[in-house]
């Protein structure tokens, strides 16, 4: 038969021993939370941020393609005088890895009736995205993939957003490599006068989320250079099977002037 531990002993035991349990409990917690989140715009200009035009040099915002007003980064063509395939993209300095991306955009007018009929109510986010100092004068696209934004169009079909595009990579798609250039949502259909809410959750090259609007409309893994679409690239950056764990993240330009807000963005644990 053991001796009872004199009162004050046990006491102390059963605080020990449930301190170490809930720190235990708060360890497990932490190891799963993400940082805070933080602005990638600062709303009164676009200091930390790259552009990267077609036929242009880096640097080089031609027609002052991406400007901000009213606390928006928009894009606009009102100083072109003719698009000439100018697709530009704008890059923030710092890329990222694993992160959860929230924005919202609203598609403006007019379309630049010169550019290629698919751009029509069409933009995009790219991420994972090759260094726009990387990129030769006359690279259309960046080595990258895109959350592409639609809207409909005058016909009325349905035309869901916050689809995938692949310029110059694959992603592997309900268990395999998908070898369409595009792969729809299944968001719904909105309007191109809208302010839609769009996130990205994106786990290095584990898997990627799109999500509109609160409602996830898009899952994939694996993002990894490959593909076509994208041109003129330096062949030593565009090494096909390469997975995508991290990269840039950049706003599009592709004739269609668009509104961006509220670019938020928080680092995941890995």
Not at 21 to 41: D, K, P, T, V, Y
Request: glycine share 8%; charged share 25%; net charge neutral.
């Amino acid at each position: 038969m053991k001796t009872p531990l004199p009162f004050n002993i046990a006491l102390l035991f059963i605080w020990i021993s449930t301190t170490l349990f809930f720190s235990g409990c708060a360890s497990l917690q932490n190891r799963g939370e993400s940082s805070s989140w933080h602005s990638l715009f600062n709303g009164k200009d676009i200091n930390d941020w790259t552009v990267k035009i077609h036929h242009h040099e880096v640097g080089d915002n031609y027609g002052q393609t991406f400007r901000v007003e009213d606390k928006m980064i928009r894009v606009s063509y009102d100083q072109y005088d003719t698009f000439n395939n100018r697709y530009g993209h704008l890059y923030h300095n710092t890329p990222y890895s694993h992160f959860h991306l929230k924005m919202e955009y609203r598609f403006a007018e007019p379309w630049r009736k010169d550019a290629p009929g698919y751009t029509e109510l069409n933009s995009g986010i790219m991420f994972h995205s090759q260094d726009p100092r990387t990129m030769r004068k006359e690279q259309d696209w960046p080595i990258s993939v895109e959350m592409q934004f639609l809207a409909q169009l005058s016909d009325g079909k349905p035309r869901p957003t916050g689809n995938m595009c692949s310029p110059g990579t694959d992603v592997v798609f309900n268990g395999k490599i998908d070898p369409r250039h595009c792969i729809n949502s299944t968001s719904k259909t909105y309007q191109k006068d809208e302010w839609i809410k769009a996130e990205l959750i994106v786990r290095g090259s584990e898997m990627v989320t799109h999500i509109i609007n609160g409602d996830t409309v898009l899952r994939y893994t694996k993002p990894q250079i490959g593909g076509g679409v994208a041109n003129n690239y330096d062949p030593e950056i565009k090494i096909d099977g390469k997975l995508l764990d991290s990269g840039f993240i950049a706003l599009q330009s592709e004739g269609q002037p668009i509104d961006f807000r509220n670019i938020r963005i928080r680092r995941l644990d890995r």
